[in-house]
């Protein structure tokens, strides 16, 4: 195989042009790795909702021409200076936020909020030069928090790349770049329910059920979904949820049904969807003296969290989490080894595939809300 290393490749990616217009395949060059940075090709990526967020640009600043993904896996293609844990043929997981190593959040072994390579959507360029590694007729397409996996090839820095085990099947773990490692790690690593504990999930999408997993595989005796779409809850028992809520069909706030249903409150909630009123739910439906709630959904920039601060002076604990807390490059690795020895599962969080050169269908699947994830394969 003749090597492209320090060559410009020229490779097919879909490009979004301008917002909420279909992504068009469109060949692309993609320009050699700069230091600290590694080209790799893709194999398998997946649509995530924050792509169809800011495909869609309604709340944020737009920046166009742009070529979204970032839940992928690939196989390294070249490393640019200063790169030593890589090198050409390792199989990785492209993160959108990174783990530099050097910083204050990455010695702490409390925090997964790297200084240098937390995640940033409005940046279109590397950080090594502020310019693009991608171009169409010589005219810069900008990239997507850092990673950019909707490319047959990409660049990426190296702190945003988990190495992981080659034998691990790219079109399976490469979900784990993102959603459903935030669901699993923020009841694993930040609610850490113990066994035979009560859990509430709130939300039922892909994150929602990955947090549902995290809760079946540490054992939780009961698993409380809450959503407003109950045609979700047949299938949300292949994660272990036990039993389900429906917010509309009850007079009194949902918390106050929870805490009826579990004689005070759950032992530990995760909320993943964003809403406010969900996430003060799920705090209040936390048992007092021990009962743990997790934030993980995004919410509107202008929401308020409001609560009674008697709840947190009856011992009612509230957390945040990004990321499920896992560091990427040192923490991912193992997540993939949970699937390698069947203790986690993956195959059911995939309801679609399609061909490379059908990538908008993922988008419909997404925007219709039908099935949690699409993989879309970069060979067809």
Excluded at 101 to 116: G, I, V
Excluded at 165 to 194: E, H, Q, R
Aim: proline share 5%; net charge negative.
């Amino acid at each position: 195989m003749v090597s492209t290393a320090g060559q410009v490749i020229r490779c097919r990616a879909a490009v979004a042009w301008e917002a909420g217009k279909p992504l068009v395949i469109e060949e692309v060059e993609v320009a050699p790795p700069q230091a600290m940075e590694v080209r790799l090709k893709i194999h398998f990526t997946s649509l995530c909702h924050t792509d169809v967020y800011f495909w869609e640009a309604k709340g944020q600043t737009p920046l166009f021409p742009r070529i979204f993904g970032h839940e992928a896996g690939g196989i390294v293609e070249s490393v640019g200076e200063g790169v030593t844990d890589l090198k050409p043929g390792d199989h990785v997981l492209p993160v959108f936020t990174g783990e530099c190593k050097e910083c204050r959040h990455c010695k702490s072994e409390e925090s997964n909020m790297c200084d240098l390579l937390r995640i940033n959507t409005d940046r279109g360029v590397m950080l090594n030069d502020g310019k693009s590694r991608f171009s169409v007729s010589g005219k810069p397409v900008y990239h997507f928090v850092g990673t950019s996996t909707f490319s047959e090839f990409t660049v990426v820095h190296v702190g945003c790349l988990a190495k992981i085990n080659p034998a691990a099947p790219l079109d399976k773990v490469c979900i784990l770049s993102c959603g459903i490692s935030t669901g699993l790690g923020a009841t694993l690593n930040v609610a850490k329910p113990k066994k035979g504990s009560t859990v509430a999930i709130f939300g039922l999408g892909a994150v929602s059920l990955a947090a549902a997993e995290g809760a079946r595989i540490a054992g939780a005796s009961r698993i409380i979904g809450i959503y407003l779409n109950s045609k979700r809850f047949e299938e949300a028992k292949k994660f272990g949820v036990t039993e389900f809520v429906n917010p509309k069909e009850h007079e009194k706030p949902v918390q106050e049904v929870i805490v009826e249903m579990t004689d005070g409150g759950v032992d530990r909630s995760v909320e993943c969807t964003g809403s406010v009123n969900a996430m003060i739910s799920a705090f209040e439906c936390v048992h007092d003296g021990w009962g743990v709630a997790v934030l993980v959904g995004v919410p509107n920039k202008d929401d308020a969290f409001k609560t009674h601060p008697m709840n947190v002076l009856n011992e009612k604990t509230l957390k945040g989490t990004f990321f499920g807390n896992y560091k990427p490059r040192s923490d991912l690795p193992s997540v993939v080894e949970k699937y390698m020895s069947k203790e986690l599962e993956l195959e059911k969080f995939i309801t679609h595939e399609v061909p490379f050169a059908e990538i908008n269908k993922a988008f419909e699947y997404m925007l219709k809300g039908d099935g949690l994830r699409c993989i879309i394969r970069m060979d067809g």
